[in-house]
């Protein structure tokens, strides 16, 4: 396998779609580390797909380049990506061993060697009894897995996963992401492109968001979170019988009174510290718990989303 | 490439181990030949098949007497009993047919009780001219000497006219026979697979699998690939119902062969109705001759590159129209365009091209590329001038070329378009599409 200097796996460089009557992409740049695992958010019609779609080169951008491995993007590199789209599916009535045999073998795989790795495939997810079934024989679940597999069976460097947790149950669900993450750890580069921000959100290194068809935020994960820290804490307390006078320190976001314990959420005022709004708090009520409220990304979106407008 | 051969392979395998399939390949050389044993059987049997018909003549102008031949199918007797006589017991008297033939002999009637048949009618009518002609050129004067002589002249040049005639006969039979046959094949199959290549697009849209597909392959790619799998399907199919066709005609052929011969002659002797050809011999060469003035070779041959192209060219556009579809309902707005020229086609060709195979209109079918398949197969058998096919093959693969370029244009877009209701104008647009 060419080792190429370049750290990034993906280089998506100015990139423009246009439709007929609507812009899909407008000037998109993204860089996808190697190694990595990329998020790639934004709600439904934000032009996610599209990109998606160019990057497997089943279409082209009217403007723009990307670079895979450095290298300009050419059909070669096709064998090199697995993808899983959000539309996905397998002949009805095809065995499903010969249907990762004929999808490893459109990935370039000869026949012995997709064999090989599908019989290893079967059996780690414990599939293998189901070899000569049809897919109309199969459960949703195990329809996945066998789509899954054919996904990865001929040991793409980059993954592509659009939706993936879409249609899964939650025991599949995490078979499928423990699979991701461990082929993630032996050097694969993922891509999770969904709506659903929260549920990949913990497992992405980097994210990038997109919004009616132009990116509007990038980066690390943990950089972009704690860039959007606005000293907000969640502070549990035990019952108190004074009112809160108020204070020129911080003010109240919510409060909320449970059957055990209650929970307020303060913002500090602008140069006061988290000491000083506690040794106030203090003086009415019994601190149990603190929490620093870093918003998540759906929060940041949101955000980012109506500050444009 | 390798990626077509195993998407070739595939769509191939996937449809030859079908049961569907292997009943096709059994069932339909067995419908046909059952349906041409029939049809043979009652052709040359009906003569034997038809009980012959009796038919009484009351002739009062004496001319007819003794005159009518007697027919497997008919024969004659004659009642000197007055007509109205006659007739009233007519219906109890077991005979089939009364003739009365009035003095002058302007009006023949003909009484019967079940609605005579048309061959009935004609074969009495012509008897009656004939008949009335020959009494005709005895009253003008002409004797029977000089008549004798004068038919004997007749007859040699009636002779040259069988002869002739009858080679003509038997390979224009032959040429209509084949054109037939063919363009049938080709219209049916253009039809079968086609609609196979449609639905075989409909099921990977539909399956949601088109998607992982044509990220390992381009979509033309999996189109072409799809459509010559099938049509190597249908090659598959042909040749094994030719060989089929061949033992079953092979063993049935030695079993019926010499009664086949012997009726035949007498068929052609019934419709040459007197003008016996002088030699069996000489007829059963006259069909050897026009079978093998027939080139076989010739003749598969452009079978295989008119149902080849043809099944491209069709098949491109009933790809087009899986890929611009979700369901097979919602095909029927497209297929119009598809199947009219097709039905179009078969129907003048088998009524009017085979007729006239020289004619401008059967030129012009011939020539263009949606029509040709079928219009020039009928044409074939009868001998088309070399420059005819070289234009219409040369325009058969541009038509292809050209037709395949837009639907896979059409294509690629639509596989990807779910939900969306595909019109005419959409499907423009999308041939539009960049890349």
Redesign the interface.
């Known amino acids: 396998m060419l080792h190429n200097k370049t750290k990034y796996m993906l280089s998506v460089q100015n990139i423009v779609k246009q439709y007929e009557n609507h812009r899909a992409l407008d000037n998109v740049s993204l860089e996808i580390k190697k190694g990595s695992i990329f998020g790639l958010l934004g709600p439904n019609g934000a032009g996610k797909t599209s990109l998606i779609r160019i990057i497997n080169q089943i279409t082209a951008p009217d403007e723009g380049q990307i670079l895979f491995n450095g290298e300009k993007l050419n059909p070669d590199h096709i064998n090199r990506i697995g993808y899983l789209p959000e539309e996905r599916g397998l002949y009805k009535k095809m065995e499903i061993g010969e249907q990762v045999i004929y999808l490893s073998r459109l990935k370039g795989l000869t026949r012995s060697e997709a064999i090989k790795r599908a019989k290893y495939w079967f059996e780690k997810l414990e599939i293998q009894d189901w070899w000569r079934k049809k897919v109309e024989d199969l459960s949703k679940g195990m329809q996945q897995k066998v789509q899954f597999i054919a996904t990865v069976i001929h040991q793409p460097e980059l993954i592509i996963l659009d939706e993936p947790f879409s249609g899964f149950d939650p025991v599949n669900a995490d078979i499928i992401k423990n699979e991701i993450l461990e082929l993630n750890a032996k050097g694969a580069t993922i891509i999770f492109s969904t709506h659903r921000m929260e549920s990949v959100e913990e497992l992405c290194d980097s994210i990038a968001l997109i919004n009616k068809s132009k990116k509007i935020l990038d980066g690390k994960v943990k950089d972009i979170r704690n860039s959007y820290r606005n000293n907000t804490y969640r502070i549990g307390f035990l019952s108190n019988d004074r009112t809160l006078q108020p204070t020129s320190l911080f003010h109240i976001v919510k409060t909320t009174y449970g059957e055990d314990s209650n929970e307020l959420t303060i913002q500090l005022n602008e140069n006061i510290k988290l000491n000083q709004a506690l040794s106030y708090l203090m003086e009415y009520a019994e601190v149990n718990s603190l929490n620093e409220v870093i918003p998540t990304i759906h929060e940041i979106f949101i955000e980012k989303v109506k500050a444009i407008h | 490439m390798n990626?077509i051969l195993?998407?070739i392979q595939?769509e191939y395998l996937?449809r030859v181990k079908k049961k569907s399939f292997i009943v096709m390949t059994f069932l339909v050389p067995l419908l046909f030949i059952g349906m041409y044993a029939t049809i043979g059987y009652m052709f040359y049997k009906k003569d034997d098949l038809s009980e012959t018909q009796k038919v009484v003549v009351i002739d009062d102008s004496q001319q007819f007497i003794s005159k009518f031949k007697n027919t497997p199918s008919l024969s004659f007797t004659y009642s000197n009993e007055p007509f109205n006589t006659l007739k009233r017991t007519f219906q109890n008297s077991g005979d089939d047919y009364l003739l009365h033939i009035p003095d002058t002999p302007k009006r023949p009637q003909l009484i019967s009780v079940k609605k005579p048949g048309i061959g009935v009618i004609s074969e009495i009518e012509n008897q009656i001219n004939e008949i009335s002609r020959t009494q005709e050129l005895l009253e003008a004067g002409i004797d029977t000497s000089i008549l004798n002589a004068k038919k004997s002249k007749l007859n040699i040049e009636t002779k040259q006219l069988t002869e002739e005639g009858n080679e003509e006969d038997a390979s224009s039979w032959l040429a209509y026979g084949i054109g037939f046959v063919g363009a049938f094949l080709i219209y049916m199959s253009l039809f079968i697979y086609g609609v196979q290549v449609m639905r075989g697009v409909i099921?990977?849209k539909t399956?949601?699998?088109?998607?992982?597909?044509?990220?390992?392959?381009k979509?033309f790619q999996l189109m072409l690939g799809k459509i010559i799998g099938v049509g190597m399907v249908g090659l598959t199919q042909f040749l094994l119902w030719i060989i089929l066709c061949l033992t079953i005609a092979g063993a049935a052929g030695t079993y019926f062969a010499s009664e086949l011969h012997i009726n035949k002659q007498n068929k052609e002797q019934v419709i040459a109705k007197g003008i016996t050809s002088d030699s069996p011999a000489n007829e059963g060469a006259a069909i050897v001759t026009a079978l093998n003035s027939i080139p076989v070779a010739y003749t598969l041959g452009t079978f295989l590159f008119y149902f080849l192209f043809g099944f491209l060219l069709y098949s491109s556009i009933f790809a087009a129209v899986g890929s611009a579809v979700d369901s097979e309902t919602e095909t029927q707005q497209f297929m119009l365009p598809i199947t009219m020229p097709l039905i179009f086609t078969f129907i003048i060709s088998i009524n009017f091209v085979i007729n006239n195979p020289e004619s401008s209109l059967s030129f012009w079918l011939s020539i263009i590329p949606f029509t040709s398949p079928i219009a020039m197969m009928i044409r074939v058998p009868f001998g088309v001038p070399a420059w005819e096919l070289v234009l219409s093959m040369s325009l058969l693969i541009a038509g292809f070329l050209l037709i395949t370029w837009i639907a896979a244009r059409i294509y690629r877009v639509g596989v990807?378009m779910?939900g969306k209701k595909a019109s005419y104008k959409e499907l423009i647009?999308w041939f539009r599409?960049?890349?």
Not at chain 2, 207 to 217: G, L, Y
């Open positions: 990626k195993l998407i595939r996937s099921e990977e399956n949601r699998i088109i998607e992982v597909i044509i990220s390992s392959v979509p990807l779910y647009k599409y960049k890349e």
